[in-house]
């Protein structure tokens, strides 16, 4: 499998001596198309569909991570959502999967499709904290 390199310049945020760095790196400019309070027509879908993400991203020379990032999850059978994150070393490991086995939602079935999403977009909207690597750290 073909893994290319990218380099994003200034892709951080500076936050006095940190930087935060967004993970939800494919869906940043996303929205929630579900935050109307009342849906009066089903969900369609149009087919089952599953998305895989896999990214490993390079701290930059002389930083490490801060604190880890918490992993989600929320699986309503018809529709599964996870988002892991794992690191090593100067390494971070981002994947995420998005399934939906089901493609027809009827209203009734509207605000647990809100609840889902709700939860899709915490967790690709957390980020991380990158600090310097002090002298004494053993990383």
Known sequence: MFWPEIEIPNFATRAGRRLVLPLGIFHAN?????ITNKRTNPVYFGYPQEDREDAKLELPNGMKLESTPISNQSDQKAAYYEFLVSSEGKMLHIRRTMRFSGYLFEQKQYP???VF????FAGDSQQVTIVRRTENSSK
């Open 30 to 34: 996303q929205r929630n198309p579900f």
């Open 117 to 120: 999403y709700d939860r899709v």
């Open 112 to 114: 647990a499709l809100q």
